[in-house]
Each structure stands twice: as structure tokens, then as C-alpha cells.
């Protein structure tokens, strides 16, 4: 079955700009999270969606939101873009039925590149 | 702040030889450990996970260690191969929905 697909793939903004990514999640899951991945820092939470509800988001800005679909396809929005928002956006589905994260299915990610 | 720390952001070993990838966690709520494998230019994929009842995982080359008393787990590769090459997270995960990730080990593999 198809994999998590994400759109753009890369995109380039300017400071101040806003900037919609998009994330289909694999057929059959319910939950998307979001993470942003920096060099040095890992992975960092951003938040995570299960049926259209947020169910738990990290310490990042007001700038970064979210929201979710009903067909499970997810979006996040980061409005008034700064330099340090340049950064690889990563997608990821799973069942979504355990408290616990578990194995979490990753889409290829989107490269955001601000100047 | 970093709850999952990787403190070696590189390894470098032979081929055939073991790797072992460390990893320390500070909060005492995680009670599932994953391991992550990345490719550039690729999401990363699960490779191995423990829950916190266990103190060992195996799956083929890959086996996972868990010290709760030291909140400490590793992941040794034996042997290793080219194909190993990646950058590998350790992430660890409470009952809030979310993996609090290491900041990764690139590990190249020398033939």
C-alpha cells in the first residue's frame, strides 16, 4: 500500500511569508503527527492529530499550527517565517489507537528553506 | 529540553565488526523505546523497539538493550555492513502521543 506522501517536497520562502505543508497519510491510519528536524537537534514534537482532534503538541511558537481532515489528510502552517524555521518538516502516520506512541510510519519529508 | 540524548553524533566502524549505538533518557515516564534508521533524503524507518518490561529485543542483526536503572539502552549491530550506513535515532515514548527523539548517530560502515 502507498507510503505517508508529503507536498512539497522542497520549498524556498522568504522571512516573514507563510507556508501551508500538506501530508497524506498511509491508507487505514487515523493519526498524524509532525516533526521538524533540525541538524543537531533530532526531531523535535510539533504536534499530532488522531480523527481531526489534537491530541498533544510541542513547545514551538504560535506560528506553527495544524489541522486535520476528515479523510485523515493533515496540513501544518507556519505563518511569519524567521531564518531559524529553515529546517526538514517530517510526516508521520500510525494506527493511532495506543496512548503510547508507537511505530510511527514517516513520509520522505518537506525541506523548507527560509532566506 | 533534550529528554533523549545520543552524546556520540558519529561512529565509524569495519565491516563485519559489532556497532553499538548508545542512548541515555532522563524522564522516568518512557516505557517504549524505538530505533530509528535514516537515509538522506528519506524519512526514517523503524528498526527495532523494546518496551520497559524487557531488558533485551532481538531481530535478526539488531538486538536492543534496556537499563532502566542507568535509563540507559543501546543497540548493537552485528556484523555490520555497508548497507548499515544512516543516521540512527533513538526516540522514547510516555502515554502523550508524541516520541521524544535523540539528536541521532551517523554511522558509516568501512569495507
Known amino acids: 500500500k502507498a507510503g505517508v506522501t508529503q507536498t512539497p517536497r522542497y520549498l524556498i520562502k522568504t522571512r516573514g511569508q507563510q507556508v501551508t505543508l500538506s501530508c497524506s497519510p498511509i491508507?487505514?491510519?487515523?493519526?498524524v503527527s509532525w516533526y521538524q528536524q533540525t541538524p543537531g537537534q533530532g526531531l523535535q514534537f510539533l504536534f499530532e492529530?488522531?480523527?481531526?482532534?489534537?491530541?498533544n503538541k510541542g513547545n514551538f511558537p504560535g506560528r506553527f499550527s495544524g489541522r486535520q481532515f476528515s479523510n485523515s489528510r493533515s496540513e501544518m502552517n507556519v505563518s511569519t517565517l524567521e531564518l531559524g524555521d529553515s529546517a526538514l518538516y517530517l510526516c508521520?502516520?500510525?494506527?493511532?489507537?495506543?496512548?503510547?506512541?508507537?511505530?510511527?510510519?514517516f513520509g520522505e519529508g518537506s525541506r523548507l528553506t527560509v532566506l | 529540553d533534550q529528554q533523549v540524548k545520543q552524546n556520540s553524533p558519529s561512529l565509524s566502524v569495519q565491516e563485519g565488526r559489532i556497532s553499538i549505538l548508545n542512548c541515555d533518557y532522563t524522564?522516568?515516564?518512557?516505557?517504549?523505546f524505538l530505533w530509528y534508521k535514516k537515509y538522506p533524503a528519506e524519512g526514517p524507518t523503524f528498526l527495532i523497539s523494546?518496551?520497559?518490561?524487557?531488558d533485551k529485543n532481538e531481530d535478526g542483526r539488531f538486538t536492543v538493550f534496556l537499563n532502566k536503572s542507568a535509563k540507559h539502552l543501546s543497540l548493537h549491530i552485528v556484523p555490520s555492513q555497508p548497507g548499515d550506513s544512516a543516521v540512527y535515532f533513538c526516540?522514547?515514548?510516555?502515554?502523550?502521543?508524541?516520541?521524544?527523539f535523540g539528536a541521532g548517530t551517523t554511522v558509516t560502515v568501512r569495507a
Open positions: 508521520a502516520s500510525s494506527a493511532g489507537t495506543a496512548l503510547a506512541a508507537g511505530e510511527l510510519f
Open positions: 491508507s487505514g491510519h487515523r493519526s
Open positions: 492529530y488522531f480523527s481531526e482532534t489534537q491530541r
Open positions: 524522564n522516568s515516564m518512557f516505557d517504549y
Open positions: 523494546i518496551s520497559s518490561i524487557k
Open positions: 526516540a522514547a515514548s510516555s502515554r502523550d502521543y508524541k516520541l521524544s
